[in-house]
């Protein structure tokens, strides 16, 4: 399955969790939709680098253990940088004194067979803050008895909404249940049929939508895209930006008419997201983004401190940034306070229900929730560290014995070998012995991994 869950509205998504859940057979899925990744899979594979590292468990499981691992690797990374050093000092100091040319040979031919430990592309994040806009007024947007028709159907009836300062809402709903024709009425952009639509007082709105992209300019490259609405001397930071939304290197001189769809979705965003707004209006955001861009994205939005609404069916997404919910029913809006996970344990125990007068999630309450489970994950963590320390050292005798396994491979198609019983022999039992002790690493690291992981 590559990417399933793209341009399918929740309930579809539920129904293909449900489908694979009761499927008896073996399946191997492409996705970035981390919640359909953790009630779905029962392992990860990491692509990076050209490398495929297997995890245990679903997607919140090999987030833990891969950080276990990254800053395991980067302490071995330090210390091997410093042994370098260390060795290339040497060397140099004495590289032309005749009583010491047998250790600075030495030394020389060591630090051409190790194996420099590379730092891994995926761990490296960037951050950035949204641009600030000047404070709107408390209420931000009120609708009241909206209807909207197109022809002779109906999508929206009488429906209302208030949104206030600092609202972050998620609107959900079936395919055509009319979220995205909301956000262009609260534009502007549509007008009601009856009812109001009122943007409050000193409201600056930005909206993304894909198929805003062709407000490009095809003649401007990838980085002037940018520049165009970033202060004089910001291109350091503009193509820190970029990196995180995958354009690196040529890519930023590349012209916006030779960009794919995907690409200029991406440069859409970044674009919006660096213009001062205090209302942003995003459709379907996290379209055509890799999950390293996702957690960018949701890290600015988590400290943008004006009002949100999103449109979007990535549920990990709306957690991260959602303190509300807007659920689109039979032509009415029903909005609740809390993230995906609470609404949908509403849904559960008797249906939805309009919360009270006040639908103003505290993000302060919400931080402090967060707050509390990273305390909570960070001794799941400690309790781990004394498997997982035990996993680099079998590890590295696993990779040993595998060499080990493929040199005696290739010896035995010698026909030297293959050809004398006595050389045949004592190869085939050295492979034996290898893949035996092989089979009981495999164990013992399969163990210790389900132990590391939550």
């Not at 990254?70 to 940088?81: C, F, G, N």
């Not at 030394?107 to 590379?118: N, Y």
């Not at 009601?192 to 943007?199: L, S």
Request: charged share 30%.
């Amino acid at each position: 399955l590559d990417e399933p869950t793209n341009h399918l509205d929740l309930e579809a998504i539920a129904w293909l969790e449900k489908f694979l859940a009761d499927h008896d057979g073996a399946f191997v899925m492409v996705s970035h939709d981390r919640y359909f990744l953790n009630r779905s899979v029962q392992s990860i594979f990491e692509l990076d680098n050209g490398r495929l590292t297997g995890y245990p468990g679903n997607y919140d499981a090999y987030v833990e253990v891969r950080a276990a691992r990254r800053s395991a690797l980067d302490k071995a990374r330090r210390h091997q940088d410093r042994e370098i050093a260390k060795v290339e000092r040497f060397v140099e100091r004495f590289r032309y004194k005749a009583s010491k040319a047998r250790q600075v040979q030495s030394r020389v031919r060591a630090l051409a067979k190790i194996e420099v430990i590379a730092p891994s592309e995926s761990s490296k994040r960037i951050r950035f803050g949204l641009q600030p806009a000047p404070r709107s007024g408390d209420v931000v947007v009120r609708i009241e008895g909206l209807t909207k028709r197109f022809g002779d159907r109906i999508v929206w009836e009488e429906a209302d909404l208030l949104l206030r300062r600092g609202d972050r809402v998620a609107l959900l709903g079936p395919n055509g249940s009319g979220k995205s024709t909301l956000l262009k009425l609260i534009l502007g952009v549509l007008p009601p049929d009856a009812g109001r639509v009122e943007v409050g007082h000193n409201v600056e709105i930005q909206y993304f939508a894909q198929h805003q992209l062709e407000a490009l300019d095809p003649h401007a490259t990838v980085i002037e895209t940018l520049q165009r609405v970033s202060a004089p001397g910001d291109v350091p930071r503009l193509r820190s930006i970029l990196g995180a939304f995958l354009f690196s290197g040529e890519a930023v001189d590349k012209r916006v008419a030779v960009l794919s769809g995907g690409e200029k979705a991406r440069l859409a965003l970044a674009r919006m997201l660096l213009e001062p707004a205090n209302l942003l209006l995003l459709d379907e955001p996290t379209n055509h983004l890799d999950l390293g861009s996702r957690e960018v994205l949701e890290d600015a939005l988590e400290e943008y401190e004006g009002t949100l609404i999103t449109i979007s069916h990535d549920r990990y997404f709306i957690n991260r940034v959602a303190t509300s919910v807007a659920w689109a029913e039979a032509g009415r809006i029903v909005h609740e306070v809390g993230d995906y996970d609470s609404y949908l344990d509403r849904i559960e125990v008797g249906g939805p229900a309009v919360a009270a007068t006040d639908l103003r999630a505290p993000r302060e309450a919400l931080r402090e929730q967060r707050r509390r489970e990273a305390e909570e994950r960070n001794a799941r963590f400690r309790e781990r560290q004394a498997a997982e320390a035990l996993l680099g050292p079998i590890e590295r005798e696993i990779a040993e014995l595998e060499r080990e396994c493929a040199a005696i491979e290739l010896a035995q198609t010698d026909p030297g070998v293959y050809s004398d019983p006595a050389r045949s022999a004592e190869a085939a039992r050295a492979k034996s012995a290898a893949a035996a002790r092989l089979e009981s690493l495999y164990a013992e690291w399969t163990r210790l991994a389900s132990d590391s992981s939550p």
